[in-house]
């Protein structure tokens, strides 16, 4: 099955810093990517995805990059804001394998003032 | 709440009695999911299923069992809770935007 991998676990970033979470991926048949942003005692919401047929998608301080070769996803965010303190997950999801999705372990961002 | 609903969001329960926590939606979705989620190790898959009667196992099945009599209700069973089951428990559905998920339930296995 498919295993994502995800780092790092924890990252503290100055406020208007940029952040970068990277993941890995093991099954070349995955070709959904989104990126889940889970706030303290919250449900993960969807924030961002990309699509392997695509190599970049930006959503305004957002953008997620693909390299199918290598397997791997990134998600940057820019003039970072205490409001983005969260925990971010990624994962792959495989539409031709059963429409499931498989996790990162997540990164903890806190964003210092 | 995008249509989705757990019960109940909080529970405590002795070790050895089953528990039944609940999953509906409203929008007729097909697919659903049973998630667990634990620090180090993020969201991991328990069961999920893709119609009425329809479930497939995800990689932390034992000791789970899941119910879909009918489309809207999607049941996950612990038969005999142990403390190592003592997690946070998110239903998710699948729609045009992806996963969305429910406000999940807190269990506490003393």
């Known amino acids: 099955g498919e295993n994502v991998e995800q780092h790092p676990s924890t990252l503290s970033v100055q406020e208007g810093d940029s952040a970068v979470i990277k993941c890995t991926y093991s099954?070349?048949?995955?070709?959904?990517f989104p990126w889940y942003k889970q706030e303290l005692g919250k449900r993960p919401q969807l924030i961002i995805d990309?699509?392997?047929?695509?190599g970049e998608k930006k959503d305004q301080r957002i953008a997620v990059t693909l390299n199918k070769t290598a397997k791997h996803f990134s998600l940057h965010i820019t003039e970072t804001q205490p409001e983005d303190s969260a925990v971010y997950f990624c994962?792959?999801?495989?539409?031709?394998?059963?429409?499931?999705?498989?996790f990162g372990t997540g990164t903890q961002l806190k964003v210092e003032l | 709440d995008a249509g989705i609903t757990q019960s109940p969001r909080h529970k405590v329960t002795e070790t050895g009695t089953p528990v039944t926590l609940r999953c509906h939606q409203t929008e007729n979705h097909r697919y659903m999911y049973w998630y667990r989620q634990d620090p180090g190790h993020g969201l991991r898959l328990i069961h999920y299923s893709y119609g009425v009667k329809d479930t497939d196992k995800g990689e932390v099945s034992d000791g789970y069992s899941v119910s879909r009599s009918k489309t809207e209700d999607f049941l996950l069973t612990l038969e005999s809770a142990t403390s190592s089951q003592t997690s946070v428990y998110f239903c998710?559905?699948?729609?045009?935007?992806?996963?969305?998920f429910g406000s999940g339930t807190r269990l506490t296995v003393v």
């Open positions: 099954d070349s048949a995955s070709n959904y």
């Open positions: 990309i699509r392997s047929n695509v």
């Open positions: 998710a559905i699948t729609t045009i935007y992806g996963y969305t």
């Open positions: 994962a792959a999801y495989n539409t031709g394998g059963g429409n499931k999705l498989t």
